[in-house]
Antibody
Framework: QLQLQESGPGLVKPSETLSLTCTVS??????????WAWIRQPPGKGLEWIANIYYSGDSYYNPSLKSRVTISADTSRNQFSLKVSSVTAADTAVYYCARGAPSLGIDYWGQGTLVTVSS | DIQMAQSPSSLSASVGDKVTITCRASQSISTYLHWYQQRPGEAPKLLIY???SLQSGVPSRFSGSGSGTDFTLTISGLQPEDFAAYYCQHTYNTPWTFGQGTKVEIK
């Protein structure tokens, strides 16, 4: 059974960089046709797709965040990561890592981790 | 970007009711449309993929239909555990966008 687990600081100061890692177990992040995604949800609000990265290394970003976001993968550790720079209070959210494919939807999700941006 | 308009934003229903939620895309997305259920404090759960395919392990009272721009999620015989938020999402191209959600509440 595939499992995803987010890790990283729960509190980040304004203007700093938010860094999260997703550790995948029970399967390889190098498997086709899947991509590995980050999605966030501000408290009490809806879901926002941030970025995803494929086994090929190709990555895609939400244009609304692209200038501040980097997604990367470490196949040797079976992990992928997210960095969001210059954070503000508007970046406060539960961040989910997940597996998805265009024709299959997002079928596995991590439990989510709350990141609060505050001084 | 393709926008997803979901309706209604909330509804009240009773156990046993049939519930229908609609999702409209701002342009044709073929059948690259998926439905998720999210209970409070939990991660979203995939219910329907590719507009009408039931995800493994999901009860058959959930069904989806549509193609192009108009899609429907139907719950036939609402159960107590179905009171939750539901989201549609497209994966036709990036950015993958979600509808704003529909909250299904107990009447």
């Amino acid at each position: 059974q595939l499992q995803l687990q987010e890790s990283g600081p729960g509190l980040v100061k304004p203007s700093e960089t938010l860094s999260l890692t997703c550790t995948v177990s029970g399967g390889s992040i190098s498997s086709s046709p899947y991509s590995w995604a980050w999605i966030r949800q501000p408290p009490g609000k809806g879901l926002e797709w941030i970025a995803n990265i494929y086994y090929s290394g190709d990555s895609y970003y939400n244009p609304s965040l692209k200038s501040r976001v980097t997604i990367s993968a470490d196949t040797s550790r079976n992990q992928f990561s997210l960095k969001v720079s210059s954070v503000t209070a508007a970046d406060t959210a539960v961040y989910y890592c997940a597996r998805g494919a265009p024709s299959l939807g997002i079928d596995y999700w991590g439990q989510g981790t709350l990141v609060t941006v505050s001084s | 970007d393709i926008q997803m308009a979901q309706s209604p934003s909330s509804l009240s229903a009773s156990v046993g009711d049939k519930v229908t939620i609609t999702c409209r895309a701002s342009q044709s997305i073929s059948t690259y449309l998926h439905w998720y259920q999210q209970r409070p404090g939990e991660a979203p759960k995939l219910l329907i993929y590719a507009a009408s395919s039931l995800q493994s392990g999901v009860p058959s009272r959930f069904s989806g239909s549509g193609s192009g721009t108009d899609f429907t999620l139907t719950i036939s015989g609402l159960q107590p555990e179905d009171f939750a938020a539901y989201y549609c999402q497209h994966t036709y191209n990036t950015p993958w966008t979600f509808g704003q959600g529909t909250k299904v509440e107990i009447k």
